[in-house]
């Protein structure tokens, strides 16, 4: 069983960039993908990135050439750097793994 936890969300301006954590825990998560989705309010929840074990990468058109995901085996750790936030970021993001999700964290993004 794994659990997933995210952090590193916030309230931030248009512009602003952010950093969120999927720490992984009870089994290593290095060997299969790990993918980010979001939800924003009133919204079905969306694909964002997935990093696969090898380190391929693929992204929503939305979030494209913005946002990176990478991951840290040594902290079973997988990262979304979001730069050049825009409110219709503003949603809570999910990390999902092999059918596992996290709790999610919220981020906010204001004009």
């Known amino acids: 069983q794994v659990q997933l936890v995210e952090s590193g969300g916030g309230l931030v301006q248009a512009g602003d960039s952010l950093r969120l954590s999927c720490k992984a825990s009870?089994?290593?998560?290095?060997?299969?993908?790990v993918t980010w989705y979001r939800q924003a309010p009133g919204k079905e929840r969306v694909f964002v990135a997935v990093i696969g074990h090898l380190g391929t990468t693929l992204y929503g058109d939305s979030v494209k050439g913005r946002f990176t995901i990478s991951r840290d085996n040594a902290t079973n750790t997988v990262y979304l750097q979001m730069n050049n936030l825009k409110p219709e970021d503003t949603a809570i993001y999910y990390c999902e793994h092999n059918m596992y999700w996290g709790q999610g964290t919220q981020v906010t993004v204001s004009s």
């Open positions: 009870g089994r290593s998560v290095s060997s299969e993908g």
